[in-house]
C-alpha cells in the first residue's frame, strides 16, 4: 500500500526541502510547480521511491485542476493507503501599497495563492471523495500552507496578506464540510514560521519609503530568528504526521 502526495510550489524554498524530504519508497510524490527539479528525480531514483513532476502555471489554475482531477480519477484506489495534497505554492508581488500595484501582479497573487488552492482542494477532494463512495477509507489530508500574515496585517502587501486570509478561512468551510461526511478530508492551514527563503530576500530588498515593516524583517534576519527551509519541512511535515491533525483547521506550526 501506498500513500500518495501531491505537492504544489516544489521547486524552491520550503517546497523543495519538503520534497526532498517526503520522497521515500511506497510514498509516490506528485509535484506541481512552474520549474520542474530534476535533482528530485535522481533522488527517487537513489531512494527506489516515485517522484512525478508536472510544469504548470498556477496562475491559470482551472486546466491544472481539471487535470488533477482527471488523474486522480484513474488510479487504483485500493492499492493506495492514504492521499495527501499540500497546497504551498504562493507568490509576493511588488512591495508596494495597492494603488501603486499592477494589476496583473495583484491577480497572479490572488491566482497562485487563493483561486488555485481553492480548485486543486476542490479537485483532490471531488476525485478522492469517489474512492470513498466505491468503499476505500484510506485517510485523505489536506495542508495549505499558510502564513501568519494571513492572520496580521500588513502594508505594502495587501494581495499577499488577503490570500492566506482566504486561505485560512475557506480551509474552515471545507473542514466544516467534511466534518459532515462519512470518512470526510482533514484539512488544515498551517502557518509554518518565519523561513529563510526567496521571499523573505524580497522582503528584505523593499523600499521603505513604500514598506514600513522593513526593519522588522532585516532584524529577523540579523538576529538569526529565521528557520532554514528544511527545519521548517520537518516540522509541517511532523504537524501532517501528527494523529490530531485536522482537530483545528487553522493553526501555527510554532503552536
Not at 122 to 151: C, E, T, Y
Amino acid at each position: 500500500m501506498q500513500d500518495l502526495v501531491i505537492l504544489t510550489g516544489a521547486s524552491r524554498g520550503l517546497g523543495l526541502a519538503m520534497a526532498r524530504e517526503l520522497i521515500a519508497p511506497g510514498r509516490p510524490l506528485l509535484c506541481l510547480s512552474r520549474q520542474t527539479r530534476p535533482e528530485l528525480n535522481e533522488l527517487a531514483k537513489a531512494r527506489g521511491a516515485t517522484v512525478l513532476q508536472w510544469s504548470v502555471d498556477l496562475a491559470d489554475p482551472a486546466p491544472v485542476a481539471k487535470r488533477l482531477h482527471l488523474w486522480l480519477s484513474q488510479l487504483d484506489a485500493p492499492s493506495l493507503a492514504g492521499a495527501t495534497l499540500i497546497n504551498n505554492a504562493g507568490v509576493i508581488p511588488e512591495i508596494r501599497s495597492l494603488e501603486h500595484c499592477p494589476p496583473e501582479g495583484i491577480a497572479q497573487a490572488l491566482r497562485v495563492g487563493l483561486e488555485a488552492p481553492m480548485l486543486l482542494t476542490a479537485a483532490f477532494l471531488n476525485a478522492s471523495g469517489a474512492w470513498v463512495d466505491a468503499g476505500w477509507r484510506g485517510p485523505r489530508k489536506v495542508l495549505n500552507i499558510s502564513s501568519g500574515l494571513g492572520r496580521r496585517p500588513m502594508a505594502a502587501q495587501a494581495s499577499y496578506c488577503a490570500a492566506k486570509a482566504g486561505m485560512d478561512h475557506f480551509s474552515r468551510c471545507v473542514a466544516l464540510e467534511e466534518a459532515k461526511r462519512p470518512h470526510g478530508a482533514s484539512v488544515v492551514s498551517l502557518a509554518p514560521g518565519v523561513i529563510d527563503t526567496d521571499m523573505q530576500v524580497q522582503l528584505r530588498a523593499g523600499d521603505p519609503a513604500d514598506f514600513p515593516d522593513l526593519g522588522r524583517f532585516q532584524q529577523l534576519k540579523a538576529q538569526g530568528q529565521l528557520s532554514s527551509p528544511e527545519q521548517a519541512a520537518s516540522q509541517v511535515l511532523a504537524f501532517l504526521r501528527h494523529p490530531r491533525f485536522g482537530m483545528e483547521p487553522v493553526a501555527d506550526v510554532r503552536g
